[in-house]
């Protein structure tokens, strides 16, 4: 009898335990995927540029110009930080990879830790899961560990990936190498991620966290630019981006400078968990208790639409014509760094498909890719938006009113097709603008060409993500951004690989020229807006007279 109690005491104390760790699973299975893809990602990018740059610059001859070329470029350093001993493979590969993967790793981490912490609590999941047998800082402890087990899928990932690199002939660096560049690479997603932690408690909702841990990463950045292009180095002292780049993985590794991070992450991680025991949807910078009411704009589902989302689209704007005016004020710098040197020209020239064309238009062209990106991204997260509004229950208040399911749609539709032909007239102007004082005699005409060449592939995006959002709504978002996850893998990829065109064809970034090194192609891009406009038409109609669905 007293076998058979204890045998139910220690069952029940197992389930007891197993419950315990249910928000920790929770997270876990919410970040792993991602992390894991993502890892896989940066294994590709750091293949294809280590590989790259041995088949590239075989010759001790050709690696010494190209250090001489990019030794002193002062905009390249602010990008990519101070160059060390790039011309070895493992030097070019850290300075051309690891702070692209710390900036993508501090992007998605901050983004995904708000979104456990305040996201979940805004949603009202965090009240059920707090009813039960735990504690608000055993909740966030929870979370947290969750989180982490995504970082470790992270490094495992990418470590399996870069010993497999270094494995190439050409590339040759040790396993022990490859598993320190891949801890340096993940540094910086683990920081944020404290870092997100630790917003999503001080601040009231998930977007001002988010907007915060944002702002802490730019001016971390900004110390570690101004550190790599001044005299003042000592600044890489202070900000954990300057530590990570201390690191010095593959070429001359620095493994002290993992005890100020190891620091800084259990640091931001206790403080987060000691701030936790608050209020249900508490926060240490509380929000405005009352604000004074007015009806502007709300007379019109095109003007509720416009009120709602225009916060979110300025900051995106703005940031994208930031991004197109710093791009060029570098181009005369970045055009003297290669100029010298015709490897490091025919380089360029086979990444935008353009041979006959001069420095600064090839270089022009790369900048334009990569605004391209970042307005796919914009309406990628558009798409995030849209459905945001159903699966919170937002738009059932609205359709219980005189407010039809297609007016509402369309007027999303098209405020964020607007915002995407915004995003390339501002492309145009901010490279414009950069260009003004520089002489390279390129006319504006050629500029409002590329920009709106430049948001054909973001149209595709979009459009796919409404069709989905008809068809597969609680995968919407995720299908928008898997496009253009999937469009730069292969656009990565076929740069050094020659890959077979029915795979290459799939990717919305293979059909785009890349003006203004090459001339757009229109008959081109006409296709694909058309069809991003049926794309359109064929999710309105299914979303229309489908039941809406929650999360």
């Avoid at 991004?323 to 003297?336: C, H």
């Avoid at 029915?502 to 293979?510: A, E, F, K, V």
């Amino acid at each position: 009898m007293s076998a058979s109690v204890s045998a139910v005491a220690a069952t029940s104390f197992k389930r007891f335990a197993w419950t315990q760790t249910i928000i920790s699973r929770f997270v876990a299975r919410r970040t792993i995927i991602a992390a894991a893809f993502w890892a896989l990602l940066f294994g590709v990018f750091v293949a294809s540029k280590s590989a790259g740059y041995a088949a590239a610059y075989p010759s001790a001859v050709a690696r010494a110009k190209l250090a001489v070329s990019f030794g002193n470029n002062i905009g390249l350093s602010a990008l990519f930080g101070a160059p060390h001993a790039i011309n070895t493979v493992a030097g070019f590969t850290v300075w051309n990879t690891l702070n692209v993967m710390v900036i993508v790793g501090g992007i998605w981490a901050l983004m995904t830790a708000t979104k456990a912490l305040r996201g979940e609590e805004e949603s009202g999941r965090w009240e059920l899961l707090l009813s039960g047998q735990t504690t608000a800082r055993r909740a966030c402890l929870n979370a947290l560990a969750g989180l982490a087990s995504g970082l470790l899928v992270m490094y495992a990932v990418a470590a399996i990936a870069f010993i497999v690199i270094g494995k190439i002939h050409s590339v040759d660096f040790s396993a022990s190498a490859g598993l320190f560049f891949a801890l340096a690479a993940m540094s910086g997603a683990a920081i944020f991620m404290a870092v997100g932690a630790l917003t999503a408690e001080l601040m009231p909702t998930r977007s001002q966290a988010a907007g915060l841990a944002a702002a802490i990463f730019g001016f971390f950045f900004v110390i570690r630019a101004v550190a790599d292009i001044t005299t003042l180095h000592w600044l890489l002292w202070i900000t954990p981006l300057g530590w990570i780049e201390k690191l010095q993985p593959l070429y001359g590794s620095r493994p002290i400078w993992l005890i100020p991070i190891a620091s800084l992450i259990l640091a931001l991680s206790v403080l987060t968990v000691l701030i936790a025991q608050r209020d249900l949807g508490d926060s240490v910078f509380a929000d405005r208790g009352a604000a004074k009411s007015h009806l502007r704009l709300l007379n019109s589902s095109l003007g509720m639409s416009f009120r709602l989302t225009r916060s979110k689209a300025i900051a995106w704007l703005v940031a994208i014509a930031f991004g197109a005016t710093f791009f060029g004020l570098l181009t005369k710098s970045a055009v003297s760094a290669f100029s010298g040197s015709s490897s490091i020209q025919n380089r360029l020239q086979s990444i935008v498909h353009a041979t006959q064309s001069t420095g600064a238009l090839v270089f022009l062209g790369v900048v334009f890719y990569l605004l391209m990106l970042l307005i796919m991204a914009m309406a990628a997260s558009s798409i995030s938006g849209i459905r945001e509004d159903e699966s919170e229950g937002f738009l059932d208040n609205l359709l219980v009113r005189g407010v039809s399911r297609m007016r509402w749609l369309l007027s999303r539709v098209f405020l964020g097709i607007i915002t995407i032909v915004v995003a390339g007239l501002l492309i145009s102007s901010g490279v414009g603008l950069g260009l003004i004082h520089q002489s390279f005699g390129i006319s504006f005409s050629l500029l409002l060409q590329s920009g709106l060449n430049a948001i054909v592939p973001a149209l595709f995006v979009f459009g796919v993500g409404i069709m989905a959002l008809g068809f597969l709504p609680r995968l919407a978002s995720a299908i928008a951004y898997a496009v253009i996850a999937w469009s730069f893998l292969i656009s990565i990829v076929s740069s050094g690989i020659n890959l077979n065109h029915w795979i290459s064809d799939t990717s919305i970034l293979q059909h785009m020229a890349l003006a203004p090194a090459a001339n757009p192609t229109w008959n081109t891009n006409l296709i694909i807006v058309a069809v991003s406009l049926v794309f359109i038409i064929i999710g309105a109609l299914r979303f229309n007279s489908r039941d809406l669905q929650g999360e």
